[in-house]
């Protein structure tokens, strides 16, 4: 064999090894954690959409209970009120529900067969506001009050603090954990990559000995890492898009559990990941090889 | 063999010594000196040992000429410049200046025999065509031409040492260093090794190489740095051979 070298044809091999065993703990660590920050990114997005989920269906709607008056029969008076409303500036819609639903929704805790007819049932009107100025319930109170209908305005203001806390709780939660396992990720991409890159000391030596300058070693480790991190990071990018695709297959719209919902749109939040797992080992090995290279001058 | 004094920020002919140590002093660390008051000059062109027992300091004394360690104290003029004076920027061409064989060899073992010898061609952006027959030319010259696809971890002690010269030599550098070259072989090829380094030293290269092989000090006639225990006993002489 070593006859057949030819000089004439040789090429330079490349300054790094292609392969190195310790590059695949590398690999598999930055993958693991890039794919749990993945998943935690999915799942913020999910919290977020589920919070907002939460309070746009409270604050986009209203429940007036009208109480009948005078020879004025039930149904008289909801489809009154219901009619008042539905004028009135920040309402969309407003319908009276039939007797049958307010009595479905009372059913839990008179049971069916103490709904008898002659029990004064209040009607209910259902109110759809405008999402975009929404009517106050002040309003709504005046406008019937005006029309002389004797009616209760539920906005779900008393609701509404405790859900838009619980959702803001939930969010900035998700939005922690997300920063969290993203910065644990980041730092373990780093550390990994310092010491992956201190075993290759004795290269950065023999390069600088050589008369090597400090940006061409820099370059040499920061594109080999970037490489490295870049494939891991898509590694675990895939693995948490197939989780997020089957949690959103698995469940529709709302996922598997309508408290997280998937939108197909969420998975591209995992797009960037081996583009940033890219830039921290880029960053980590740039930074080590400087660090080793003063050490060396 | 090609020179890459292209790369080298200062390439004119030197007037005075290529270099010189004033009152040099080094340590490790905060430990006690390992080299001491050390004063000596060398001219462009000239051969010398560097002799002392084990620990007199003379890798040391090598470290700091190849700008691998900085002196505690003194002044260390390289090239006609004050070492110390040279920005961070400059010393990777100060370097490519300085052929080096160590005495660990330092090969990269992906690479193979070929690729080894090619390095500092390659990093003073030599182009392989330019290059190429040199460094096969040069491994052929050092008994390695049925070696070259090889890896230095499949190669036997004295194949390293060889191919540890061939890199150090390949850029024809304006000195020349060498950490026990002949530590690893056997006498034929110590011998051949030296007349390498003394026809380097014919085509202008100012060699200096630390050494225990007495004989080979002798035989060479060539005159020695003595270093004992971190001081400079004796320089020029080559007591050996005169008193022969």
Redesign the interface.
Known sequence: MSEMFDAGRWKPGPLLPRRDPRDGSLVFVVAVLCFLACLTALGALAANRAAHGWTSQLTGSATVVVRAQGAESPDAAAGRAAETLAGVKGVSEARALEKEKAEALLEPWLGHEALLDDLPIPRLVAVDLDPKVPARAATLDQALKAAGIDATVDDHSLWIADIERGAGIARWSALSVFLLIASAAGAVIAFATRAAMAAHRETIEVLHLSGAQASFVVRLFQARFAQAAALAGLFGAAGAAIIGALARLAGGGQGLTPVLPVAWIDLLAVVPTPLLAALVAAVAARLAARGLIGELA | MSR?RD?APTGEPLAGPILRFDGVGMRYGRAAEVLRDVNFALAPGSFHFLTGPSGAGKSSLLKLI???ERPSRGTIELFGRDVEAIA??D???L??RIG?VFQEF???D???A??NV???L???GGK?EAY??D??ELLAWVGL??????LPPTLSGGEKQRLAIA?AVVGRPDILLADEPTGNVDDAHALRILKLFVELNRLGTTVLIASHDEDLVARSGQPVLHLDKGRLRAFGRNVRTEGA
């Open positions: 890459n790369a190849y700008l691998a961070p920027a010393r990777p061409f370097r490519r080096v330092k090969l990269l992906h690479l193979s070929f690729d090619a390095l500092p390659r990093i003073a392989p190429r027959h460094v096969a031409k049925a070696r070259m696809h090889a890199r």
